[in-house]
């Protein structure tokens, strides 16, 4: 579908990455796109097997919008009327899943086309917020409900059944798989909380344990790379922090904005993060310590 498009290349985006690093800014991270090319609701990106990286909110509320591995960015699609995009991730054939925040439900685009179907629904959800798959392709949501500190976590079957894991937590947002599916994280971002629980070869969640708890800012979106470090938005301070699989800081990048809301891996090995920025409605990226989990699949 036609749209509005900025190109961005190669050679350019390196060059902006050095010179961002000589002047001296304190930035880890190099800009991709114009401010304002997404809205401030600039969500959920994710990483299709052509390098493709797509986020919310591309331009006005209701759409979904693609970036090429060269920097293009241009309208994917626009989703049914009254729905808006929160979280998207990929299945293991292909399918792109988004949640909608608004209405309560995941829409599934077939690999191939830009036409969204009805996934799953349940109204019980308070607006289903970021989303991960397993590789029997389970979907695991997130729910907050930022009225009352509190939320949800949810799990869609492949039979599309609909199955809600634990209630009453805290403003459940980030959602993560380990590498080796063994572990599911999720953050509370109020409460500055990450729990991991114990995935059985089902799926299903088991022991859960405090990760790693923050003494200030907020907490949004969180992605795995292939070592099994977890890189954690750290929304209003401005940072990506990354966790061992043993709840040890590791490194804490430094973004030229301060609402980081998600990130997720690309580029020709995998080592870069793309960082969608909702106070500047673009990407900033910065080089990762190893590639995306996503990429030893």
């Known amino acids: 579908m036609p749209g509005r498009k900025y190109r961005v290349s190669s050679l350019s985006f390196l060059a902006g990455f050095l010179l961002l690093s000589a002047c001296g800014n304190g930035a880890d991270s190099s800009d991709l796109l114009d401010e304002?090319?997404?809205t401030p609701g600039i969500?959920?990106?994710a990483t299709d097997a052509a390098g493709n990286v797509y986020a919310v909110n591309y331009a006005e509320e209701g759409t979904i919008g693609r970036v090429t591995p060269s920097g293009e960015a241009s309208l994917f699609l626009k989703l049914p009327e009254g729905s808006v995009g929160n979280g998207i991730a990929f299945g293991p054939g292909g399918d792109m899943f988004i949640a909608d925040y608004v209405g309560h439900r995941v829409y599934r685009v077939p690999?191939?086309?830009?036409?969204?179907?009805?996934?799953?629904?349940?109204?019980r959800m308070n607006q289903p917020n970021d989303l991960c798959i397993h590789p029997d392709g389970s979907i695991y949501l997130s729910d907050p409900d930022w009225s009352r500190d509190s939320g949800n976590i949810w799990r869609v079957r492949p039979d599309r059944t609909v199955e809600l894991l634990e209630s009453g937590m805290g403003?459940?947002?980030?959602?993560?798989?380990?590498?080796?599916h063994r572990h599911l994280y999720v953050n509370e971002s109020v409460q500055r909380t990450i729990w991991r629980y114990t995935l059985d070869p089902d799926g299903q969640p088991g022991q859960k344990e405090k990760f790693f708890e923050f003494a200030d800012f907020g907490l949004d979106g969180m992605r795995c790379d292939q070592a099994g470090n977890l890189?954690?938005?750290?929304?209003?301070?401005?940072?990506?922090a990354v966790l061992s699989p043993e709840g040890i800081m590791l490194k804490e990048y430094q973004l030229s904005g301060k609402k980081p809301s998600n990130l997720t891996?690309?580029?020709?090995?995998?080592?870069?993060?793309?960082?969608?920025?909702?106070?500047r409605g673009c990407f900033e990226l910065f080089e990762a310590l190893h590639p995306g989990a996503g990429f030893s699949d």
Request: charged share 20%; net charge negative; no cysteine.
């Open 36 to 38: 304002g090319t997404f």
């Open 171 to 180: 403003t459940t947002n980030g959602i993560a798989l380990s590498p080796d």
């Open 265 to 279: 891996f690309a580029g020709p090995d995998g080592k870069t993060g793309y960082v969608t920025l909702a106070d």
């Open 111 to 123: 690999a191939g086309t830009t036409t969204p179907q009805v996934w799953a629904e349940e109204p």
């Open 231 to 240: 890189y954690i938005a750290r929304y209003d301070k401005g940072t990506i």
């Open 43 to 45: 969500e959920g990106p």
